[in-house]
């Protein structure tokens, strides 16, 4: 007997897929509807190994459709939804934010409103779950850490659009008392994310003797998750959270931009056979991003104390299977960079 029907949104991108994956393998008796546009960013290339699963539905609907949200709803009997398709990439938010708001904004007050209108006030055992960013926070100059408490302080279009939508989400809690969780994350990197960002773009220049381009000089801190981690958090958080929380997910692993390129020279020397230093030659500073926030970091002790979660393997584990599989991949990678993503690439690198 089928438990639940879940709805996951995004689930042909990065993170997505692996929250995908992990749900329909784990639990067999709840349906996981997967829903997607399929954008540059969507590819069910990254699903092929659970696509043909008796507990799994893809359907392609735009959430920026309030239609098709209140049909998808009616269509599978959505139990509970797990949120997570968005426009992701802080650069392409600075040269076309309205994709932001329709998407991010708009998209997301389609969805609240599909679940309430299909659960009709009938709440119990329903829950909305909204994957949001540490970026919300803003950017910290010193050397404290975000936690749940910290004021909303969004510097890209990006992260305005992402507040906004984590805003929405609570006032639906408290005006309509929708039941629902939302986690902020930091940085995640592995297989299957889109060579527009730092650690994949970085990887395949390497891989193909091009350029590595450093924003400003390469000091900007983050602070990286591997992305099965981020799975595991958000199947604790779906499954033990409590409705009305706010959960910061993060790997204790903070870097600056310009040290962790260099460790992906040195690791893709070692695996390509290359003399040691060979790779970091292709470093190349170029324009910063514009109103580049300066650092991320999370306080995830809420989720651990409360919750029992913290990361299940090191850094250097993660990027060492992480380039493991984009160097076995090259097929995934070829097919992913080619067509309307060279375009952005070309005009994107070309401006600095
Ligand atoms: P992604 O860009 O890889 O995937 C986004 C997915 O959403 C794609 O499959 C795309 O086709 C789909 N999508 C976009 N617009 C859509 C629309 N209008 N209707 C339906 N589907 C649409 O993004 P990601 O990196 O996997 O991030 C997923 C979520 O996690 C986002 O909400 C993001 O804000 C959040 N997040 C990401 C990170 C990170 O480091 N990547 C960290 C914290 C939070
Ligand atoms: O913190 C969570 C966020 O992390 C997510 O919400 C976003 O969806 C995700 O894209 C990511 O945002 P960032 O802007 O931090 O990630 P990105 O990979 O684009 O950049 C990481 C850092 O590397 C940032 O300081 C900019 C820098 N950078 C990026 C690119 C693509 C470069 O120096 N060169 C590059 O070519």
């Excluded at 043909?52 to 998808?72: C, L």
């Excluded at 934010?97 to 309430?116: D, E, Y």
């Excluded at 709440?123 to 910290?140: A, I, M």
């Amino acid at each position: 007997m089928v438990e639940r029907n879940i709805l996951i949104t995004g689930g042909a991108g990065f993170i997505g897929s692996h929250v995908v994956r992990r749900f329909v393998t784990k639990y067999p008796h709840c349906h996981i509807i997967n829903l997607d546009l399929l954008t540059y960013a969507g590819n069910l290339e990254n699903l092929r190994d659970v696509e043909g699963a008796a507990n799994y539905t893809f359907v392609r609907a735009d959430i920026r459709d309030a239609e098709a949200m209140r049909r998808v709803f009616a269509d599978h009997g959505i139990t509970d939804v797990i949120h997570l398709a968005a426009e992701s990439h802080v650069d392409r938010s600075i040269s076309d934010p309205m994709s932001f708001v329709t998407t991010n904004v708009i998209g997301t007050v389609n969805l609240l409103n599909a679940a309430r209108e299909a659960w009709k006030g009938a709440f119990e055992g329903r829950r909305f779950y909204h994957v949001s960013t540490d970026e919300v926070y803003g950017s910290l100059h010193d050397d404290s850490l975000f936690l749940e408490t910290t004021p909303y302080d969004p510097q890209s279009p990006y992260s305005a659009s992402k507040a906004s939508s984590d805003h929405f989400v609570r006032a639906y809690g408290n005006t309509y008392k929708l039941p629902f969780v939302i986690t902020n994350c930091s940085n995640n990197y592995g297989s299957h994310q889109f060579p527009e960002k730092l650690i994949p773009l970085m990887i395949n220049n390497i891989r193909t003797n091009k350029p590595l381009p450093v924003y400003g000089k390469g000091e900007n801190v983050r602070d990286w998750l591997w992305v099965e981690d981020h799975a595991s958090a958000i199947d604790t958080v779906f499954h033990a959270g409590v409705n009305g929380e706010t959960y910061n997910i993060g790997g204790h692993n903070e870097w600056k931009n310009i040290d962790l390129v260099h460790l992906l020279c040195s690791i893709m020397d070692r695996k390509l056979g290359r003399a040691a230093g060979e790779s970091a030659r292709l470093i190349t500073y170029v324009t910063d991003r514009a109103g580049h926030d300066l650092r991320y970091a999370i306080d995830a002790g809420k989720i651990e104390r409360e919750l029992g979660w913290k990361p299940s393997i090191t850094f250097e584990q993660g990027l060492e299977r992480t380039v493991d599989w984009y160097l076995a991949n090259t097929e995934w990678l070829e097919h992913v960079t080619s067509g309307a993503y060279q375009q952005y690439y070309q005009e994107h690198y070309a401006q600095r």
